[in-house]
């Protein structure tokens, strides 16, 4: 049974640094992304890294966030440096093999 457990989520001020880390189980997956959604606004992908350790990102967060992984531990990470008040949301870690599994969230909070 695959799960996907989320971490790292806070309160922190506008210009501080949060580390999320996402531990999967389950099976050997190939690409791992955060997505977040904010109050009222769709989802969106946030970073995407494959197995290989290919990366993409979205425009808003380009230069301030690194995704990264560990694949002996099957865990997916993503620093946020620089954070905004606009990046406040809740973030969902995902895992891909066949389909995309989905973790509960974790809530990010940036006060201005």
């Known amino acids: 049974q695959v799960q996907l457990a989320e971490s790292g989520g806070g309160l922190v001020q506008a210009g501080g640094s949060l580390r999320l880390s996402c531990a999967a189980s389950?099976?050997?997956?190939?690409?791992m992304a955060w997505y977040r959604q904010a109050p009222g606004k769709q989802r969106e992908l946030v970073a995407r890294?494959?197995?290989?350790?290919?990366?993409n990102y979205a425009d808003s967060v380009k230069g301030r966030f690194t995704i990264s992984r560990d694949n002996a531990k099957n865990t997916v990470y993503l620093q946020m440096n620089s954070l905004k008040p606009e990046d406040t949301a809740v973030y969902y870690c995902?895992?891909?093999?066949?389909?995309?599994?989905w973790g509960q969230g974790t809530q990010v909070t940036v006060s201005s």
């Open positions: 995902t895992a891909e093999y066949h389909r995309i599994y």
């Open positions: 389950g099976s050997i997956f190939n690409a």
């Open positions: 890294i494959t197995s290989g350790g290919s990366t």
